[in-house]
């Protein structure tokens, strides 16, 4: 049987496709990486995509912002509109806010930011582990239906990562339409009051959002440097920091796989 | 009180500039300039007024590094370098929580300075052909102005940003 097919697009300045495409790999996808001038029609043919991390177009104007204007993100919308599973990771985050193709609320419309860090004392990139955890009502996306339900140790890097919505916007009003996807907590697992828990001042918490159908998701965390327990750093706190630190095989799925082997799940390929 | 407005711009040609026109001839044809050029635009509010705007600048090169790059105080007219046979409309682009100037703020008033506030915005100048006309070619900014979906709008973020669509800033006097 083959196995599902899943595009990882690949824009000027991406700089985690093939990571990116390792870990799709590694959970029993066949992924592939396609240049964002290579044609829709190779996109069209996929299961899935991910958008992944890097700089793309070097965050000329604003992270993301030239990126969502290429001909491929009409692919791209096209896929997330029939349903298909779509990722964006990092700066693939950003490229997917500035498509409005989350929180799609109203789908097309540009309804939310990643914008600047914003830490007392500090601005500017940063760089990290995070522990995020699943949103309640977030495990009907395809990316998170088996994400564990604790806390999530993943890598982070950037430095515009800040979900922002318009002045006003209650967590009611995003729990009513789907919205929260990840959340930053600390390692126990208990809601992030603040910094370093929630890294860059994120409005509610948020590590990642899904459109109201859950099929897209848009996290700034980085699952794929999290894939493998090697990519664990033994000094990280909480229970996966204990298995690398006790584990004598280190080439097993780390945190991060989660999401890849959900997809793989959803998907019906085995690992 | 006194407001000192700062553009600084490359001395070479811009590459987020060049980036900004194609995608805007791509996404936008009908509202696309035929010129479009940068500016870091600092807003300074202190006591010393340009003077001391001076010394901020001779200070801190991460504002203005000389090598590469060169600062105008617009007042009336044209900005160096733009082409009159265009109408020129002004964008500018500033961050709605400010955190980049208050860290700057902080910076400079450790070196010293009497600072009572400071903004940092982009500003954005587009150039249109005469035969457009001013009114279109204000509406035309106004579009490419504020990204409000996958095929409209580019230079800021309606969330996180806020964008101000002009005529009337023009001109500068070359430091």
Redesign the interface.
Same mark, same amino acid.
């Given at each position: 049987m083959s196995r599902p097919g899943v595009a990882v697009i690949q824009f000027p300045g991406s700089n985690c496709e093939r990571e990116t495409a390792r870990a799709l790999e590694s959970a029993g996808l066949s992924a592939t990486i396609i240049r964002w001038n290579e044609g829709a029609r190779l996109i069209s043919s996929c299961h899935a995509c991910v958008l992944p991390g890097g700089f793309s177009?070097?965050d000329?104007?604003?992270a993301g *912002?030239?990126a *969502?204007?290429e001909?491929v993100? =009409?692919a791209v @919308?096209a896929m997330a509109d029939s349903g298909r599973p779509v990722l964006g990771i990092c700066n693939g985050a950003q490229i997917l806010v500035?498509?409005?193709l989350v929180p799609g609320w109203a789908p097309?419309?540009? =309804? @939310? @930011?990643l *914008? *600047?860090?914003?830490i007392p004392g500090?601005?500017g990139y940063l760089s990290g582990w995070a522990f995020v955890r699943v949103a309640e009502g977030a495990s009907r996306s395809p990316w998170l239906a088996e994400a564990p339900g604790g806390a999530i140790p993943l890598p982070f890097a950037h430095a515009e990562g800040r979900f =922002?919505?318009?002045q006003g916007t209650s967590l009611d009003h995003l729990i009513s339409r789907g919205t929260p996807g990840l959340l930053y907590c600390r390692r126990d697992g208990s809601p992030a009051l603040g910094f370093p828990a929630n890294p860059n001042g994120s409005s509610f918490s948020l590590a990642g959002i899904l459109n109201p159908g859950g099929n897209v998701l848009a996290m700034m965390p980085h699952p794929e440097r999290a894939a493998m327990l090697w990519q664990v750093p033994p000094a990280l706190g909480g229970s996966w920091g204990g298995l690398r630190r006790a584990s004598r095989r280190l080439d097993v799925p780390g945190p991060g796989a989660a999401l890849f082997l959900s997809l793989a799940t959803f998907l019906g390929a085995g690992s | 009180m006194a407001v000192v407005r700062a553009a600084i711009r490359l001395k070479s040609s811009d590459? /987020?500039a060049g980036?900004?026109l194609r995608?805007l001839s791509?996404?936008m044809p009908d509202s696309c300039p035929e010129a479009l050029s940068r500016y870091d635009l600092w807003e300074f509010d202190l006591p010393g007024g340009r003077e001391e705007v001076l010394a901020i600048l001779a200070r801190f090169p991460d504002i203005l590094n000389p090598n590469k790059q060169e600062c105008f105080f617009p007042e009336e007219g044209l900005l160096p370098g733009e082409s009159p046979s265009l109408t020129w409309v002004s964008v500018e682009v500033s961050?709605r &929580?400010g &955190?980049?100037g208050s860290?700057w703020s902080q910076v400079i008033g450790r070196a010293g300075f009497e600072l009572r506030g400071l903004r940092l915005l982009t500003l954005w100048r587009l150039g249109y052909p005469s035969a457009v006309g001013s009114a279109r070619a204000l509406e035309a900014a106004g579009e490419t102005a504020v990204? /409000?979906?996958?095929?409209r709008?580019?230079?800021s973020?309606? /969330? &996180?940003?806020s964008a101000e669509v002009s005529a009337a800033l023009s001109g500068a006097r070359s430091l």
């Open positions: 177009f070097q000329r104007i604003r *912002a030239v *969502a204007k001909p993100m =009409e @919308a500035e498509s409005g097309g419309s540009v =309804e @939310a @930011a *914008a *600047a860090n914003d500090r601005s =922002e919505f318009a | 590459p /987020v980036t900004a995608a791509r996404a961050e &929580s &955190s980049t860290t990204s /409000v979906s996958r095929n709008g580019l230079l973020n309606p /969330v &996180s940003q």
